[in-house]
């Protein structure tokens, strides 16, 4: 099974969209998710650093600037969404990514405080 560290500077980032009020409280995360199509046009105008943002875990071991180093995407790479940040803590938990789970746990408290 892969390992994930957190993502700080990600971390970072979805702070900053909830701030800044970058975000979607009610979603559907199984149709607002990034496809693979979506994430390949969002690399052809930005960064591997940019798209790095999005995505609070990095798989120990995975090259840099491969799709396979960035996991647990919280945004549609416009703005967070809630329902991503509960998938992240949900699959997180469910394979026991303790850390990821409690870096997205927080986000979501955060999140929720904030929007009341």
Known sequence: MAKYSVNAA?????RR???????VLNSDWGQV?????????FL???SWDEY????LGLTEGAP???????AFVYGDFRRLHRSGLIACVYRASEWRHKEVELAAHDLLQYLDSVSG
């Open 33 to 41: 998710q990034p496809s693979a199509a979506e994430q390949n046009a």
């Open 44 to 46: 052809e105008k930005h």
């Open 52 to 55: 790095a943002l999005w995505h």
């Open 10 to 14: 990600a971390v970072a980032k979805a």
């Open 17 to 23: 969209l909830i701030e800044s009020r970058q975000y």
């Open 64 to 70: 840099d600037h491969t799709k396979a180093r960035y």
